[in-house]
């Protein structure tokens, strides 16, 4: 009886979600909340309200407004031509027991901007960016490379369960990103077999799916409520205190090594800082921003991996994409060297496909909204501060970046980093990471909400 009830109950919750018009005296308008009960806050929807309201409208999740922009030119007007007015971020009601506004990512005001251009200049000094991000990422690749051939075509499974193994391509895909991050980061990549490695990058996967389920989605509508009982929530945090840990016991490392010069990493680099401004009682520099900083980063590396995980995908489904990719490299490169940041240029096709996994995947297709930081005058209309904006962007066809003569073309509605103030702090690194990485095949997510995580696959490397 209690369980039907708590069925009944989630049910009506999970497409209690309403639109609605909102501020309708200042023009901005949604559609009527009764007239589409039923209707969830998913992607697919927005087409169709777009072509009835326009580039600009709102709808409720849950009992709160948002604004919706649609379309490269709205969004562009927004994060960039006003930046500062939608330069705020906004939060996940899932994840903020953890962030609570600290650290760089979720972070606002002054303490985000000094954040950012400390962490930027930082990540720069060691090579985000540079060549010399190029070495770290190459010698990622060879462990790799190394990795597989001591699998012997043993099969490979992309399942993303708790017991991993170093022939599991998705543990593979995590280990080369988090540990190009964690070499900038942390001074340090870590060996494939490192237990305590493995484990952190269980935690962080199963954040990231858990984050993206629909049981999620309902938690985001009503978590006043919902944060009182059990549910993926209380997973969420458990497995991310426990990458806090982990992070707390590397800075205990590092204050240990500390030396007053010569900084080897992130952690370094930022605790003499925090040194430096100890006699400031309204520093930024202080201990909760620095873990968080660090979790958001190490975490962000998920992304990137799951990208990977979907570009493996496209190829088995697109063989003859697969194909003309290997041929383009091998003309550049030949058979005997990796492709390097400077082939890029004399590679179209192959950069084409890539933009055209992350166009496809659009692996965060709601994701953390913005927020507009003062009364802000938009188009016509005034949107209150404080209030959140999500700025919503699929056959697989690289032809989309090319141009009539097969070189890359510029496709100013493809932004899978964002755009303004607000964009991707791993940028650097995320575009130079995705290049050294049959029909019946379903591309349809395992999970589709905050992130898409793509189906599992079986997969077999072979040497060549």
């Not at 984050?211 to 059990?230: A, M, N, R």
């Not at 201990?287 to 991996?305: M, P, Y």
């Not at 009364?375 to 032809?399: H, S, W």
Request: proline letters at 6%.
């Amino acid at each position: 009886m209690h369980i039907h009830y708590m069925q009944t109950i989630h049910h009506f919750m999970s497409f209690r979600l309403a639109f609605k018009g909102f501020w309708v005296s200042r023009g901005i308008l949604g559609p009527d909340p009764w007239s589409c009960q039923g209707v969830t806050l998913l992607p697919r929807s927005f087409p169709m309200l777009r072509e009835k309201y326009g580039d600009v409208f709102t709808v409720y999740l849950g009992p709160r407004p948002v604004v919706v922009l649609c379309g490269t030119e709205a969004i562009r007007e927004a994060l960039v031509d006003q930046a500062e007015d939608f330069s705020g971020w906004g939060t996940l009601a899932i994840i903020e027991p953890i962030v609570q506004e600290y650290g760089v990512v979720f972070a606002n005001g002054e303490r985000w901007k000094t954040l950012r251009r400390f962490s930027l200049a930082t990540m720069r000094d060691f090579g985000m960016g540079k060549w010399s991000i190029e070495e770290r990422i190459q010698e990622e690749a060879q462990c790799l490379v190394e990795e597989l051939r001591k699998s012997k075509g043993e099969n490979q499974g992309c399942t993303g369960e708790k017991t991993r193994n170093r022939e599991d391509p998705t543990f593979l895909f995590q280990s080369i990103t988090a540990n190009i991050i964690c070499s900038i980061v942390f001074g340090e990549r870590f060996d494939y077999k490192d237990q305590e490695f493995l484990r952190l990058l269980d935690m962080i996967y199963q954040s990231f799916a858990l984050i993206s389920s629909f049981s999620s989605q309902v938690f985001e509508l009503y978590s006043d409520v919902l944060k009182h009982f059990p549910g993926t929530h209380r997973q969420v945090y458990k497995n991310l205190q426990e990458v806090i840990t982990f992070i707390n016991h590397s800075v205990e490392k590092h204050h240990a090594t500390l030396g007053p010069s010569n900084p080897r990493d992130f952690i370094h680099s930022y605790l003499l800082r925090m040194d430096k401004e100890k006699s400031n009682a309204h520093s930024e520099f202080h201990h909760k921003n620095l873990t968080l900083t660090l979790l958001s980063l190490f975490a962000g590396t998920e992304t990137t991996s799951t990208t990977l995980r979907y570009g493996f995908l496209f190829m088995f489904k697109y063989p003859h994409v697969a194909e003309t990719v290997q041929k383009e490299i091998e003309q550049v490169t030949g058979s005997h060297r990796p492709p390097a940041l400077e082939d890029h240029s004399r590679m179209p096709y192959t950069e084409a496909v890539i933009h055209e996994i992350q166009r496809f995947t659009e692996l965060i297709p709601i994701g953390v909204p913005h927020v507009v930081t003062k009364d802000t005058y938009f188009r016509g209309f005034i949107i209150p501060k404080n209030t959140e904006v999500y700025p919503i962007l699929n056959a697989f066809n690289p032809d989309h970046f090319l141009d009539a003569h097969g070189a890359l073309k510029k496709n100013e509605a493809f932004i899978p980093f964002s755009m303004g103030k607000r964009i991707c702090l791993g940028e650097g690194i995320a575009r130079n990471e995705l290049p050294v990485a049959p029909e019946d095949i379903d591309l349809t997510p395992r999970e589709s909400g905050v992130g898409r995580v793509p189906p599992k696959y079986q997969i077999r490397f072979l040497p060549h």
